[in-house]
């Protein structure tokens, strides 16, 4: 497909998103990545339409990569994860720290808005205490993944949480931040980790 313009791959991916089968549906995200430069609003009828037919983790975490792309290219399209948190769909709540979680990583960092720990962490904290474990691992992910960017914010944050968490017994929120410990200091996960006991 390599110099074929956007129109036929999107006439391409909204035909396989119609296949019954998830694995042909996926081929659609990397045609969709590549149209987001040149077809932005189309493309994005397409990925929200993906994330509101998504199902299952995979197709989640596949969809994250086109996700974070979009916003990196256009930083105000934070807002279409600041709508996904209050999302009835575990799979689009899941595909709020996906995304997050992919933007720390490869090339999409060199596009990355360098505000994006602080959006980050303001949509990670509105999701805490999510009590459903698909949205609790990406959220875990995503946190894991800013500690590589700031750990010193994601410190903090984690720390935060950790509060609310001993305070309200709030297992939910403490599973998370538990999951998330591997990527800080070992001294300050040790006391996080003995704190959430």
């Given at each position: 497909?390599?110099?074929?313009?956007?129109?036929?791959?999107?006439?391409?991916?909204?035909?396989?998103?119609?296949?019954?089968?998830?694995?042909?549906?996926?081929?659609?995200?990397?045609?969709?990545?590549?149209?987001?430069?040149?077809?932005?609003?189309?493309?994005?009828?397409?990925l929200r339409r993906a994330a509101?037919?998504?199902?299952?983790?995979?197709?989640?975490?596949?969809?994250?990569?086109?996700?974070?792309s979009g916003i990196a290219l256009?930083?105000?399209?934070?807002?279409?994860?600041?709508?996904?948190?209050?999302?009835?769909?575990?799979?689009?709540?899941?595909?709020?720290?996906?995304?997050?979680?992919?933007?720390?990583?490869?090339?999409?960092?060199?596009?990355?808005?360098?505000?994006?720990?602080?959006?980050?962490?303001?949509?990670?904290?509105?999701?805490?205490?999510?009590?459903?474990?698909?949205?609790?691992?990406?959220?875990?992910?995503?946190?894991?993944?800013?500690?590589?960017?700031?750990?010193?914010?994601?410190?903090?944050?984690?720390?935060?949480?950790?509060?609310?968490?001993?305070?309200?017994?709030?297992?939910?929120?403490?599973?998370?931040?538990?999951?998330?410990?591997?990527?800080?200091?070992?001294?300050?996960?040790?006391?996080?980790?003995?704190?959430?006991?």
């Amino acid at each position: 497909t390599r110099g074929i313009p956007p129109t036929p791959l999107l006439f391409l991916a909204d035909r396989l998103f119609r296949e019954p089968t998830l694995e042909n549906r996926w081929f659609a995200f990397g045609l969709l990545e590549r149209t987001l430069a040149l077809e932005p609003e189309r493309t994005w009828q397409l990925l929200r339409r993906a994330a509101r037919e998504a199902a299952d983790w995979i197709t989640v975490d596949s969809l994250a990569h086109p996700f974070g792309s979009g916003i990196a290219l256009e930083p105000f399209r934070w807002a279409e994860l600041e709508q996904l948190v209050y999302s009835s769909s575990r799979w689009e709540r899941r595909l709020v720290g996906s995304t997050i979680a992919t933007m720390c990583h490869g090339s999409r960092l060199k596009g990355r808005d360098p505000e994006l720990v602080g959006r980050a962490l303001a949509l990670l904290s509105q999701l805490m205490g999510d009590a459903e474990p698909d949205v609790q691992k990406a959220l875990a992910w995503a946190y894991r993944s800013l500690a590589d960017v700031d750990r010193d914010a994601t410190t903090a944050a984690l720390r935060a949480e950790a509060a609310r968490a001993t305070a309200d017994a709030d297992g939910s929120r403490a599973w998370v931040i538990r999951d998330a410990l591997a990527k800080l200091d070992p001294s300050t996960a040790d006391s996080l980790r003995k704190r959430l006991v």
